[in-house]
């Protein structure tokens, strides 16, 4: 990833975590700030509900704050599919260092649900991954490797 792209994923988590964490800013605020010739401007044009939903989840009862998700590592994922989104998941699980629910996974990977589900048949099916419990306890976690 290229230096301006990490500058631009970095303004974008900036700018997300300002507006979630002043609930008290008016969408006519944010209309009038979309519409200025500020510098974010731009990138508050393009930030989407989900993106702040994201935030909002992790920070209502995620696993951990939206600080310590990477905002980058979720931007790819977004992009990615197949063995390169499985990647990014195995960086993920990596970082947790324990078994997460699909929650904390889908907070740092984005995407619909099929996608985050298909990755983790594929990587179960080729012993990287373990389930762990059924329906709603479900965590995924990676198998150790002696």
């Known amino acids: 990833m290229s230096l301006e792209a990490l500058f631009e994923d970095g303004q974008r988590s900036a700018v997300l975590r300002v507006i979630y964490g002043h609930p008290e800013i008016s969408l006519g605020e944010l209309a009038s700030f979309v519409m200025s010739d ?11 509900i989900d993106e702040l939903l994201q935030v909002s989840r992790t920070a209502q009862g995620g696993d951990s704050d939206p600080s310590a998700i990477d905002y980058a590592r979720l931007g790819r994922a977004k992009k ?67």
């Not at 500020?38 to 989407?48: E, G, H, M, S, Y």
């Not at 990647?87 to 904390?104: C, D, M, N, Q």
């Open 38 to 48: 500020d510098p974010l401007a731009p990138v508050l044009r393009t930030l989407t």
């Open 80 to 146: 990615a599919t197949g063995e390169d989104f499985d990647e990014l998941a195995i960086e993920v699980l990596t970082a947790a260092g324990r078994p997460v629910a699909a929650a904390y996974l889908r907070t740092r990977l984005g995407g619909p649900r099929w996608k985050l589900q298909a990755s983790m048949h594929r990587l179960e099916a080729a012993g990287v991954v373990r389930r762990h419990g059924q329906t709603s306890g479900t965590r995924w976690g990676l198998v150790e490797r002696s």
